[in-house]
């Protein structure tokens, strides 16, 4: 696959291509996007993307796109994925079969199946949803793929409201199940 990078501004996903020799970016192509883009991340093959996307009052989804290996070009990759809530980060096991989906309120963890093709998948039922704390910034797959670590932001005390504590909580993960070690 040719070296590229993207960015979104507003609803629309840039692609460019970069030389390798001079670092030099060339704008390739640019996808409408249903709403603002939030966070992107690539599938562990390389052939998928993930983007969630959109902001209140704005539709919330993850979308999946196909990556041409031979030109980067990227081609919608099964329908769009609605989300109750807006999606600050987005990470992949390493084996490429579950999509973490970080919801920024009320500061859960979604984990979504991915089919073999790279379509977005089923949500996993979890046995227990746990709120992490008062605003999920990212959840990351620690790389041998077996746990989550999730961090929050806190607020200070402020106009009479306590104090918001931030956290750091470590999730265990086996076949699709999160279930909190430690926080």
């Known amino acids: 696959m040719p070296a590229l990078t993207l960015y979104a501004i507003g609803p629309r996903l840039h692609r460019y291509a970069v030389d390798p020799e001079t670092g030099e970016l060339t704008h390739a192509e640019s996808v409408?996007?249903?709403?603002?883009?939030?966070?992107?991340?690539?599938?562990?093959?390389?052939n998928c993307l993930y983007v969630a996307v959109g902001k209140p009052p704005q539709p919330l989804s993850l979308l999946a796109?196909?990556?041409?290996?031979?030109?980067?070009?990227?081609?919608?990759?099964?329908?769009?994925?609605?989300?109750?809530a807006r999606a600050i980060h987005l990470d992949i096991d390493p084996a490429g079969l579950h999509l973490f989906?970080?919801?920024?309120?009320?500061?859960?963890?979604?984990?979504?199946?991915?089919?073999?093709?790279?379509?977005?998948?089923?949500p996993v039922g979890q046995s227990e949803e746990k709120r992490l704390g008062v605003f999920l910034h990212q959840a990351r797959v620690l790389p041998f793929g077996e746990a989550v670590l999730a961090c929050t932001r806190g607020n200070d005390a402020a106009n009479g409201?306590?104090?918001e504590k931030g956290a750091l909580s470590f999730l265990a993960f086996r076949d699709g199940a999160l279930r909190l070690a430690q926080q």
């Open 32 to 46: 409408k996007l249903p709403g603002n883009g939030q966070y992107a991340v690539f599938h562990p093959g390389g």
């Open 65 to 84: 796109f196909a990556i041409d290996l031979a030109t980067g070009a990227l081609r919608p990759h099964g329908d769009p994925v609605s989300l109750s």
């Open 101 to 122: 989906v970080s919801l920024l309120d009320p500061g859960t963890v979604r984990v979504v199946w991915l089919d073999a093709d790279g379509r977005i998948g089923a």
């Open 161 to 163: 409201k306590p104090e």
